[in-house]
């Protein structure tokens, strides 16, 4: 069983920046590949970016060259850093970790870009 919990999310205005956090309860090196979603409200929920444990990262074209995924083995820690947000950024961030054929998935973690 693979624990993950998210922090980070906050109120930010449009052209700030955010770190969001997502902290796993086993060695990242145990985990295939580790992943941000997001959902909006009324909105499915969407990839926005992943990394594989061999260092392959995938993004959505929304937020490609202003959002990194970055993982901290040492502290078994996830991270999102998103620049140049924008409205259209608001939404429910989670974080979901695939094992095998287990995916697991945090709480999610509100992230809204307003004036």
């Known amino acids: 069983q693979v624990q993950l919990v998210e922090s980070g999310g906050d109120l930010v205005q449009p052209g700030g920046s955010l770190r969001l956090s997502c902290a796993a309860s086993v060695s990242i090196f145990s985990i295939d590949a580790m992943g941000w979603y997001r959902q909006a409200p009324g909105k499915q929920r969407e990839l926005v970016a992943t990394?594989?444990?061999?260092?392959?990262?995938n993004y959505a074209d929304s937020v490609l060259g202003r959002f990194t995924i970055f993982i901290d083995n040492a502290k078994n820690t996830v991270y999102l850093h998103m620049n140049i947000l924008k409205p259209e950024d608001t939404a429910v961030y989670y974080c979901?970790?695939?094992?095998?054929?287990?995916?697991?998935w945090g709480q999610g973690t509100q992230v809204t870009v307003s004036s």
């Open positions: 990394r594989t444990n061999t260092g392959g990262t």
């Open positions: 979901k970790g695939t094992r095998g054929s287990s995916s697991y």
